[in-house]
């Protein structure tokens, strides 16, 4: 049997009445070229099923058409979250297929001592049209500084904050966790807990922030003893909760930095007979899939992530002159999901 001939830039051109050097120029996304004709070619690519060589495009567009997206590596973890992770690589991806470039992932252990190095190599062998740092990697001056030393196109996902030119897509960490300890507030929770994250995310960091001013919002007296040190994990979550529930004053709400957290907040109640939300309500923060699958489910603020990481590869992607002009922050904003693990004050 005769092998199906494949498609090649030549037959797009042919098909749709165009030069060869027009086709090119549409496949690459380059600008000024008519809405007609770029409908001809991309109706020819599609029926011709035409799948441009990455090299030779490479070649012609002095572009890669590669995007790295560079976080934090969950195996480094006694308990890794997974959800953080998938939701970052879905957005990229998302921005990366409508604009036909290939997303990297590159999971980086900041712990290791090569880690600079290690960067470095990857940028050399990738050659990136750009990096997608992730938190806590995107606020550590050591990585930052290697990755301007290669001279590659970066964006920072949450670092916390304003250190540095570069530019950053974030959310509103501290605005939001202010409405949620107000929330709760309005339950009547007075004695309302929080589990602090891991030190190395300063993002994490101002969630405590507007936790405090939540309690000044509210009109409520702000107590350290309620505050806790966690560190993004399950396990230290439920560690926590255990001290705070184990008091003989013990808070009637607990908010944790992360969803995580906030389940491991659940395993502790639980253990301990403490009913939710009958007893005692407990919200958490990212809105994982892990929140909707505990019961009850998690009150807590959706992060969007997806959205960021996807905001942060287009900025990449459209940044076809290499333009170092970027700068600034771009907010795209964080919501409650309030479920039943919250409820009313016990009387």
């Not at 098909?15 to 770029?38: H, M, Q, Y």
């Not at 000044?216 to 966690?230: P, R, T, W, Y």
């Not at 001290?243 to 003989?248: A, G, H, V």
């Not at 253990?271 to 909707?292: F, M």
Request: proline share 5%.
């Amino acid at each position: 049997m005769k092998p199906k001939h494949k498609a090649t830039i030549d037959d797009v051109a042919e098909l749709a009445g165009v030069s060869i050097k027009t086709v090119s120029r549409v496949v690459n996304r380059e600008p000024n070229v008519r809405d007609s004709t770029r409908d001809k070619v991309e109706k020819a690519v599609a029926k011709l099923n035409y799948r441009p060589n990455l090299s030779a495009r490479s070649l012609a567009s002095h572009r890669s058409h590669i995007i790295v997206l560079v976080y934090d590596d969950p195996s480094a973890y006694e308990l890794p979250s997974l959800g953080y992770v998938t939701s970052m690589q879905q957005g990229a991806l998302s921005a990366c297929r409508a604009a036909d470039c290939e997303l990297l992932i590159h999971p980086c252990n900041y712990r290791n001592k090569n880690v600079t190095g290690e960067i470095k190599a990857l940028i050399a062998r990738a050659r990136p049209d750009g990096v997608v740092l992730a938190a806590p990697l995107s606020n550590m001056p050591k990585i930052v500084s290697a990755i301007k030393a290669t001279n590659t196109p970066f964006v920072r996902l949450s670092p916390g904050n304003k250190n540095g030119k570069e530019f950053s897509v974030v959310t509103n960490d501290r605005e939001i966790s202010a409405e949620m300890t107000r929330y709760l507030a309005s339950l009547g929770h007075k004695r309302i807990a929080f589990i602090t994250g891991h030190p190395r995310h300063k993002a994490v960091g101002n969630r405590y922030l507007g936790y405090q001013d939540g309690f000044k919002d509210s009109g409520l007296k702000f107590s350290e003893q309620l505050v806790i040190a966690g560190d993004n994990s399950f396990g230290s979550g439920e560690a926590a909760a255990t001290r705070l529930l184990e008091r003989k004053n013990r808070p009637t709400a607990i908010f944790a930095a992360n969803d995580d957290m906030a389940a491991g907040v659940l395993r502790a109640a639980d253990r301990l007979g403490i009913a939710v939300p009958g007893e005692l309500s407990i919200a958490g923060w990212d809105d994982i899939a892990l929140a909707r699958q505990v019961y009850p489910e998690l009150t807590t603020i959706r992060q969007p992530l997806a959205a960021m990481a996807e905001q942060a590869a287009l900025a990449l992607i459209g940044d076809t002159d290499g333009d170092s002009s970027r700068r600034g922050t771009q907010v795209v904003p964080a919501t409650l999901q309030i479920r039943a693990s919250t409820g009313p004050v016990p009387t």
